[in-house]
């Protein structure tokens, strides 16, 4: 498994099992699942290495399984420490930073919107 931040690997592990968290729900994934993809939201990944169970916070992402090898693709990701700290960054950084997206993003819908009117307005007056 590979998890990727936009700038680095953070992590690079052989593992027998991964629980993460998508849009619909939980799941789990052992070696011999078939091919998969899923769009991650921000929560906790788990994995198994080593027979040891590890954690880490992640933000919204991508996973895809092919074959043996697993690749996750996120915009942030925290390792390991105490359980209850990583809740507390998913809950803090990574659901504000998405609140903060989605905002930016109406604002640039509208300003799309107000333009192509302004445009459209322009043309009949020509």
Known sequence: MKILLPNEVLLE??????????????FCLLERHID???TLVPGLLSFVS???EEFVAVDAGT???RGSEVLISVRNAVRGGELGSLRQ???????????????????????????????????EHE
């Open 36 to 38: 998969f993809v899923s």
């Open 50 to 52: 080593e027979g040891n």
């Open 63 to 65: 996973l895809v399984k």
């Open 13 to 26: 592990r052989e593992v027998s099992k991964i629980h993460a968290e998508a849009e619909n729900g939980s």
């Open 89 to 123: 960054i998913i809950e803090n950084e990574f659901v504000r930073i998405d609140d903060r997206e989605r905002k930016v993003r109406s604002v640039l819908s509208k300003l799309e919107a107000d333009m192509a009117r302004h445009f459209l307005r322009m043309e």
